[in-house]
């Protein structure tokens, strides 16, 4: 059985491609479960990438079957798409996988969307003995990966800092009220980066309000004058501020009058404005956490170091879990001769046992019982030590130089 | 044989804390190693315990060396609740350290043996023991919560970059954990204090401290609650956490035992 990859990514192809490939969880289905017609399939597809694994007796074939499958929802003839396609087969494909499942292959190292997504396809699937196996073991790696290393704690951008940060404060965003003073790009970015995470918009408050209310459109959320900020830090868990007032838009006094009716609950505050909109000394009340520009690029400068260690581990984990799974693809390969083997050496017992029956008539059902379990017993040790030497060389010869892992 | 049990809870205990430091430094391994130790260590004196009650005479654990190994062993059953979880590791450094040390403290005070005991029969006094000790444990435990969160409340503060790779749990998180095993702990203490308030004769020093730590945690609670002071009913609490271990180790010589 040959294990296949033939896919699309944002690492190849220009969305103009990879959104025509593109595939909801019915369509990847359906496609698994055509093209699994000589094996079996599983079709992950993200916006960032379309991939069909496969797993056929015949590999060219299925390379074929792929490579049509793709174009023909590409509405192209098979050779326009080559350029933007990558294959992997056997190992390669697998390292490639649990790279994926990792988060090395994305767009933003480390983010967790991903792992669902290979869950769902892996649901969606056509699978049989190899692709479950391989999955499995990329699930697995993939989860190892956030646990052990903190590679999905290394925001890379400003924006990016400002949303891990508010999750190191609220956690889980979901229902966490975000509010935008300035409906500029930065805060824009910011805001939509904090919603993707699950935080509602409340209030975008801007000094001219068309701009703000087309940003609450498209967010959700109510535009108000920026004169009314101050209302906004009575309810607003994150406020987001990139105005480009020359004065300070939110004193201390406005946050401070704001506390009692908060109860405790804290206050992120961001500032990615220069200069700066915000009182730097509204970081010196109780719960409120204000994190201008600087800050946020240190954090980022910060994280950036540490990334590359974390890549390195993260790395590490995954191509330990693939020589696992190459592993096993070598015990597969050698299942047919230890059966062989198996089945010889039963066949010599019994046969042994048949020619020794004259001299065994006398004895009883129970010492009968007996000598079978004996001789069994005997067989299965003889054959342990091979069996376990045959499993070794084959993963041995999968391990040899020809055949390193590589992504 | 009892007594032989307390050397691999130690040693688990020990393990997990070590590892617990490691963790700090490069997560992974380390923390696996430490859950293990955890729970490990904590299989290993549940069954020194059950031995010690299967042995005794009656309640083992009525000496104030024998309470304190049955406080151990409710500080890291309640840690385990979600301290194994890879975001509470951090958590496991400020109560783990301090599990091992109590549970030798208790094995060198005879803790760990079974010829002493209170008659299974005087239920008020298990009862008391038992839900005072519960309590206990439980505000050990929102201590080191409370640490945990005062400590993160300073880093962000301070704008600490390396913050977000220690993957902690988010403050919010670490609040309401902490609340909420005040609240459960409080309510545990009120059903312990009634027996015990029952069966006395007088007021002493112990019945003075327990009562003041009642209050402080009530305080606590008040404080988070009704006037949302965050910060300062975790400092209470981590203070209360003091009390807690100063009753338990020097005040219980004079009243249980």
């Known amino acids: ?407 | 044989m009892a007594e032989q049990l307390v050397w691999p809870v130690l040693f688990a205990y020990g393990e997990a804390a070590v590892a617990y430091a490691g963790n700090v430094r490069s997560p992974g391994t380390f923390g696996r190693l430490a859950t293990w130790g955890v729970r490990v260590g904590w299989l290993a004196q549940t069954a020194l315990l059950v031995v010690q009650a299967w042995r005794a005479d009656g309640f083992p654990w009525g000496t104030w060396a024998g309470s304190l190994n049955l406080f151990v062993w409710l500080v890291v059953g309640a840690y385990l609740i979600w301290g194994c979880s890879p975001r509470f590791r951090l958590l496991g450094l400020t109560v783990m350290p301090l599990a091992a040390v109590l549970l030798a403290v208790s094995y060198a005070a005879g803790g760990a043996d079974t010829r002493e005991g209170v008659a299974w029969n005087d239920v008020v006094l298990l009862t008391h023991v038992t839900f005072v000790l519960a309590a206990f444990a439980g505000f050990t435990v929102a201590g080191g919560l409370a640490a945990l969160e005062l400590w993160q409340e300073r880093a962000l503060k301070r704008h600490r970059t390396g913050l977000l790779r220690l993957r902690l749990p988010s403050l919010v998180a670490l609040d309401r954990l902490t609340v909420t095993t005040i609240a459960v702990s409080l309510a545990a203490l009120t059903v312990g204090l009634i027996p015990g308030f029952a069966r006395a004769r007088g007021v002493d020093l112990l019945m003075g401290g327990t009562v003041a730590v009642w209050a402080l945690y009530a305080s606590v609670l008040y404080l988070r609650i009704q006037s949302g002071r965050r910060a300062l009913s975790a400092s209470l609490a981590l203070a209360g956490f003091g009390v807690v271990i100063v009753l338990q180790l020097g005040l219980l010589a004079t009243h249980v035992a």
């Open chain 1, 1 to 407: 059985m040959n294990l296949l990859l033939v896919g699309t990514s944002h690492r190849l192809a220009p969305v103009e491609v990879r959104e025509r490939v593109a595939l909801d969880t019915e369509g990847a289905a359906a496609l698994a479960a055509q093209l699994a017609q000589s094996g079996e399939a599983v079709c992950l597809s993200t916006c960032n990438r379309t991939e069909l694994y496969l797993a056929a007796e015949d590999g060219h074939d299925a390379d074929r079957e792929a490579i049509e499958a793709l174009a023909s929802l590409a509405g192209v003839e098979p050779p326009e798409l080559e350029p933007y396609l990558y294959r992997k087969q056997q190992e390669a494909a697998a390292v490639h996988l649990f790279r994926v499942a990792a988060g090395l292959d994305s767009l933003v190292p480390g983010e967790g969307e991903i792992l669902g997504q290979v869950r769902t396809a892996y649901e969606h699937g056509s699978v049989g003995p190899m692709l479950d196996r391989l999955f499995r073991d990329a699930l697995h790696a993939g989860k190892k990966v956030r646990t052990d290393t903190a590679i999905a704690e290394s925001p890379g951008t400003t924006s990016s800092a400002a949303a891990a940060l508010a999750a190191q404060v609220f956690g889980d965003l979901e229902g966490s009220q975000i509010a935008i003073v300035g409906a500029g790009k930065i805060g824009t970015l910011a805001a939509r980066r904090l919603v993707k995470r699950g935080a509602t918009l409340s209030f975008v408050a801007n000094r001219t309000t068309t701009r703000g209310r087309q940003l609450a459109h498209q967010l959700g959320g109510e535009a108000i004058p920026l004169e009314r900020v101050a209302e906004v830090a009575e309810t607003a868990d994150i406020l987001v501020s990139s105005t480009g007032s020359p004065d300070v838009v939110l004193t201390r006094n406005d946050v401070a009058s704001a506390l009692p009716a908060r109860k405790g609950r804290p206050l992120l505050l961001i500032d990615l404005a220069v200069p700066r909109d915000l009182d730097p000394t509204i970081n010196e009340l109780p719960d409120c956490y204000l994190y201008d520009i600087d800050d946020l690029e240190a954090v980022v400068e910060e994280t950036l170091q540490g990334r590359e260690a974390e890549f390195a581990k993260a790395e590490a984990i995954a191509v330990a879990e693939a020589d696992r799974f190459r592993d096993w693809l070598a015990t597969r390969d050698v299942v047919p001769v230890i059966a062989a083997i198996r089945e010889r050496a039963e066949a010599i017992r019994r046969s042994e046992l048949a020619k020794a029956s004259g001299r065994l008539a006398g004895l009883s059902e129970r010492e009968r019982d007996a000598v079978e379990s004996l001789t069994s017993q005997i067989v299965n040790k003889l054959l342990h030590e091979p069996i376990v030497r045959l499993k070794e060389a084959a993963a041995e010869e999968r391990r040899g130089p020809e055949n390193r892992l590589e992504g």
